[in-house]
């Protein structure tokens, strides 16, 4: 069984940075794609950005393009979410994702992923 636990989340202020962080419990094997989704309060979980630990592959929602940057660790099995230029609309429970299995090849999407954490809140006051 996997764990992932995010961190780094809080409250920050319109235009300011956060960084993320989610440690996979698992060591024996690298996994196949990480990933961020988030959901804001009353609307569906969506997604943010994703890495692909085979070529570093990463790709972006449209809403954080240019803003977010998500970066692996191999050596801790972590994945990072670099959060810069910060919008209220941004504010949402940020959730780890990563699968191990078989990848599909669609990163965008929940059903890619076999294993998530509890979520880390960001909050960002305008």
């Known amino acids: 069984q996997v764990q992932l636990v995010e961190s780094g989340g809080g409250l920050v202020q319109a235009g300011g940075s956060l960084r993320l962080s989610c440690a996979a419990s698992r060591r024996t094997s690298d996994p196949k794609a990480m990933a961020w989704f988030r959901q804001a309060t009353g609307k569906e979980r969506e997604f943010v950005a994703a890495l692909r630990w085979s070529d570093d592959g990463t790709y972006y929602a449209d809403s954080v393009k240019g803003r977010f940057t998500i970066t692996r660790d191999n050596a801790k099995s972590t994945t990072y979410l670099q959060m810069t230029s910060l919008r209220p609309e941004d504010t949402a429970v940020y959730y780890c994702?990563?699968?191990?299995?078989?990848?599909?090849?669609?990163?965008?999407?929940?059903?890619?992923?076999?294993?998530w954490g509890q979520g880390t809140p960001v909050t960002v006051s305008s």
């Open positions: 994702a990563a699968v191990w299995g078989y990848l599909i090849g669609v990163l965008d999407r929940e059903y890619e992923y076999d294993y």
